[in-house]
């Protein structure tokens, strides 16, 4: 997350709670918690500590996620543990919860640690106390204090549940580069454009395998310019997925 106020040297806050890397997905999902400690260690390594203010999330309450999620989205995640999983057959179905999104022992606390530093990340950015703030894991938040917020998705699926949920609103604008086709979640056709008072404030760039360097970043950076330049956000969230960045061709996966 960035506020776009400018400043000669940027002010940057990170959050990272050393629990994050003992969760646990499964056997052989491809998200593996242990690398955000991997990360960790890097930047105090390498020094970039130094350069940044360090907090330890808060576990975000239950009334705070709902300001988002449903309620009853909530309630499911906080109940139900891989032992106890036959048991919430429908609402796994209507979460879409399974494969892609496992069920693993101390997901609600990874969920409550994820949001709590997204959370805590805006709410320093509303204060004017940091630039820039980085959470491994708030638009809500910044919605707060900033009239629009430009949400960039650059993971390899598409960013379908932050668009849906500012889908028919013109104060956040959703930008998503995603891998088209056939490949979960299916969604994100380049004529998803918004709805109501949010028409044209949804955009999506749907890739095909096999895309390179040059050729994505040929699209990426005239195209978000422009973005930048019509919507004129002062804050700006960018998800890092890592799926989509260099050495990792989308016919890799």
Same mark, same amino acid.
């Given at each position: @997350?960035?506020?776009?106020?400018?400043?000669?040297?940027?002010?940057?806050?990170?959050?990272?709670?050393?629990?994050?890397?003992?969760?646990?997905?499964?056997?052989?999902?491809?998200?593996?918690?242990?690398?955000?400690? @991997?990360?960790?260690?890097?930047?105090?390594?390498?020094?970039?500590?130094?350069?940044?203010?360090?907090?330890?999330?808060?576990?975000?309450?239950?009334?705070?996620?709902?300001? &988002?999620?449903?309620?009853?989205?909530?309630?499911?995640?906080?109940?139900?543990?891989?032992?106890?999983?036959? #048991?919430?057959?429908?609402?796994?179905?209507?979460?879409?919860?399974?494969?892609?999104?496992?069920?693993?022992?101390?997901?609600?606390?990874?969920?409550?640690?994820?949001?709590?530093?997204?959370?805590?990340?805006?709410?320093?950015?509303?204060?004017q106390a940091t630039d820039i703030a980085?959470?491994?894991?708030?638009?809500?938040?910044?919605?707060?204090?900033?009239?629009?917020?430009?949400?960039?998705?650059?993971?390899?699926?598409?960013?379908?549940?932050? #668009?849906?949920?500012? &889908?028919?609103?013109?104060?956040? @604008?959703?930008?998503?580069?995603?891998?088209?086709? #056939? &490949?979960?979640?299916?969604?994100?056709?380049?004529?998803?454009?918004?709805?109501?008072?949010?028409?044209?404030?949804?955009?999506?760039?749907?890739?095909?395998?096999?895309?390179?360097? #040059?050729?994505?970043?040929g699209i990426f950076k005239p195209l978000?310019?422009?973005?930048?330049? @019509?919507?004129?956000?002062?804050?700006?969230?960018?998800?890092?997925?890592?799926?989509?960045?260099?050495?990792?061709?989308?016919?890799?996966?």
């Amino acid at each position: @997350m960035t506020s776009s106020a400018g400043q000669s040297k940027k002010r940057v806050c990170y959050y990272y709670d050393g629990d994050i890397g003992n969760y646990y997905y499964g056997q052989g999902h491809p998200m593996k918690p242990h690398r955000i400690r @991997m990360a960790h260690n890097l930047i105090l390594n390498y020094g970039l500590y130094r350069k940044m203010e360090i907090y330890r999330p808060h576990k975000a309450t239950q009334e705070e996620m709902t300001k &988002y999620h449903s309620d009853d989205y909530i309630r499911f995640l906080k109940s139900i543990r891989p032992d106890n999983m036959s #048991e919430y057959n429908k609402q796994m179905q209507r979460f879409n919860v399974g494969e892609d999104c496992p069920v693993f022992d101390g997901l609600y606390e990874f969920c409550q640690l994820s949001a709590g530093g997204s959370v805590a990340g805006a709410v320093k950015l509303n204060k004017q106390a940091t630039d820039i703030a980085i959470n491994w894991g708030a638009i809500l938040e910044l919605l707060k204090y900033h009239q629009r917020v430009l949400y960039i998705d650059i993971d390899i699926h598409h960013g379908d549940g932050v #668009e849906e949920a500012f &889908y028919t609103t013109d104060r956040v @604008m959703t930008a998503s580069f995603h891998k088209y086709g #056939e &490949y979960f979640p299916g969604t994100g056709d380049l004529r998803d454009i918004g709805a109501g008072k949010g028409k044209y404030y949804a955009v999506n760039f749907p890739l095909r395998d096999g895309i390179d360097d #040059e050729a994505y970043e040929g699209i990426f950076k005239p195209l978000i310019s422009k973005v930048i330049e @019509m919507f004129q956000p002062s804050a700006i969230v960018l998800q890092c997925g890592a799926d989509s960045l260099s050495g990792r061709s989308f016919r890799l996966l």
